[in-house]
């Protein structure tokens, strides 16, 4: 008998997410989205086409086999649904809460011509929590005895774990060299638990030293150890994979007045120190009632909320741009609204004003409007002569970029840098000017998506398994 023929769930918009309620979540900061239930995660799979020549993959840098974990979910084999997106996917539980996929699979999803793209990241994040409430999710250590060779990986954030991880199911013996006292990168000091509980990162760590793979915490190497000791303590081959910690200034009159941060400042000691659990943890910190961000990207965003939740009466995002040219998240957009923050767009700062004790007591902004695309592709902004105004905040957090920390490369001869200071490497490979050594992620392209940073991590991976073979 004929099995009944499959009729697809043809309704435009993606089966909403529950979340918690704006004015219940401003409050704490327990995770806003709160993942689908079994029933909703098939019938959004349900929405899944099955492209014959899906698009979608060609949109993941890491091409997580898409279809066919749909597919799986729609026929209720969540667990077999997990396994399949861990076949080339390390990480899927964080990837499915802040990759940006409206920018990659979603964006190729034939169902967005006509409507709402296939929630793809919401459905990875279903598989990867329903593996998890399951209890031990499959990971087999794979290392061969003895191993094929020792690598060290410089960083845990998603370009280093995604890079250990595979070498590791290659066979080889994995040590990852960790500055803090956690691992995890800007995974753990970047992204507020309210959008990746820090139970979330540790859980799939955990399922990489299910590998074999060795992390080592609190060693800062070009400090502790540089590059060249490592291959003296017998590692065959190294990957630089440390981000992009260094804040980028405005550079305008007031930025050292008191109340000032950076939003990497901000932002580590809410989340990696705990800040917002005060005198439970010993990291304090101070906040005004008004607060301006300056930024329109994902950190911005996690700085407003962030400020929101530590007590702040009034927060304001101040971009340069309108909100078309926003480099965030629409969802992180749509939930600093919801959540009260307020957006003052095609404004730019031009000088913090401070008071008589050295403390902020304001921002200068003039209004600006869209000129001709510059070399970003984005409109370029323009002052309006005369719009000089003033907000009255008592914290400014700057929140316009980062760029790699400069510790290795000034520490490493013979590593070819970029005039911003990242690191020269061949794309396709990661591998730098330095025979043996490669690198991924933020530290070449500075700061940048998951996403892209564990897909440079995984072709690193592939391109130390090919060097090190044709030593052999």
Partial sequence: MAEPRRKPNLVK?????????????????????????PEQAVEEARRCLRCKEPRCVQGCPVNVKIPEFIMLIEEGKFLEAYYKILETNNLPAICGRVCPQENQCEKHCLRGEKGEPVAIGRLER???DYAASCGEPRHEPTNPAPPKGKVAVVGSGPAGLTCAADLAKMGYQVTVFEAFHTPGGVLVYGIPEFRLPKRVVQREIDNLKKLGVEIQTNMVIGKILSVDELFSEGYDAIFIGTGAGLPQFLRIPGENLNGVFSANEFLTRINLMRAYRFPEYDTPIKIGRRVAVIGGGNVAMDAARCALRLGAAKVYIVYRRSEEEMPARREEIHHAREEGVEFKLLTNPVRILGDDNGWVKGLECVTMELGEPDASGRRRPVPKPG??????????IIAIGTTPNPLI????????????GGIV????????????????????????TVILAMGAGKRAAKAIDAYLAARR
Avoid: W
């Fill in 13 to 37: 918009t993606k089966v909403p997410m529950p979340a918690q309620d704006p004015q219940v979540r401003i409050k704490n900061f327990d995770e806003v989205a709160l993942g689908y239930t």
């Fill in 126 to 128: 279903f598989a990867a």
């Fill in 387 to 396: 719009s000089e105004h003033c907000l009255e905040v008592e914290t400014v």
């Fill in 409 to 420: 490369a000034n520490t490493t001869p013979g590593l070819e840098l970029t005039k911003f």
């Fill in 425 to 448: 490497v061949d794309e396709a490979t990661g591998q730098t000017s330095r025979p043996g050594i490669f690198a991924g992620g933020d530290s070449v392209t500075g700061a940048a």
